[in-house]
């Protein structure tokens, strides 16, 4: 069974940077990693997602530009770069393998705030 541990945030500055960390763990084949994120009382929504073989990547609307998705294939972990973050960015980020329900991570908080 595959299982996600997301790391790597923290509270911000708008306008800062953060970089989130999600390691894979589990013999299962990644073909795709993605990210969601949760705010409170919201749905979570689709963040970001790249393909392990061809590295194609896809970003939400709210994000692109701002976020980049990365991987490093010995570690079986992704990366997700955030810059300019806004409040809105604040959320509960969490990673998934391969759609895998069973894969959810616990999240990793990042706040946005002056």
């Known amino acids: 069974q595959v299982h996600a541990v997301e790391s790597g945030g923290g509270l911000v500055q708008p306008g800062g940077s953060l970089r989130l960390s999600c390691a894979a763990s589990g013999s299962t084949f990644i073909h795709r990693m993605n990210w969601y994120r949760q705010a409170p009382g919201k749905e979570r929504e689709f963040v970001a997602r790249?393909?392990?073989?061809?590295?194609?990547?896809k970003y939400a609307d709210s994000v692109k530009g701002r976020f980049t998705i990365s991987k490093d294939n010995a570690k079986n972990t992704v990366y997700l770069q955030m810059s300019i973050l806004k409040p809105e960015d604040t959320a509960l980020y969490y990673c998934?393998?391969?759609?895998?329900?069973?894969?959810w991570g616990q999240g990793t908080q990042v706040t946005v705030s002056s």
């Open positions: 790249i393909m392990w073989n061809s590295g194609n990547t």
């Open positions: 998934n393998v391969n759609g895998d329900p069973d894969s």
